[in-house]
């Protein structure tokens, strides 16, 4: 693993400080509401870590994919180059 995969991974991990917020706030609660909430919570919870890996995942993929296309695009344009002096080369 990298290392900008895995500050991304990290950074995947981090709460929202609204998130945050309410963590604490259930915590705060008295233990029999607290117990309620704590499953719903930790399922919120691992749904916004999940999310957060796929956008992570999904912005690493569009880098990728734009650095192969300029990759592609000097190809294309050093191709050209060539045809056309090949071109040239023949009607001579």
Do not use: C, H
Not at 3 to 30: C, G
Not at 49 to 71: C, F, S, T, W
Request: hydrophobic share 35%; proline share 3%.
């Amino acid at each position: 693993m990298t290392k900008l995969s895995q500050a991304a991974e990290k950074k995947a991990d981090e709460m929202p400080s609204d998130l945050a917020e309410l963590i604490e706030a259930v915590e705060r609660l008295p233990l029999p509401q607290r117990g309620e909430l704590n499953e719903i919570l930790s399922r919120v919870v691992d749904s916004t870590r999940r999310r957060r890996r796929i956008l992570n995942l999904v912005q690493e993929a569009l880098g990728q994919l734009r650095l192969d296309m300029k990759y592609l695009m000097f190809d294309l344009e050093a191709t050209r180059r060539e045809r056309d002096e090949y071109r040239q080369q023949l009607e001579e």
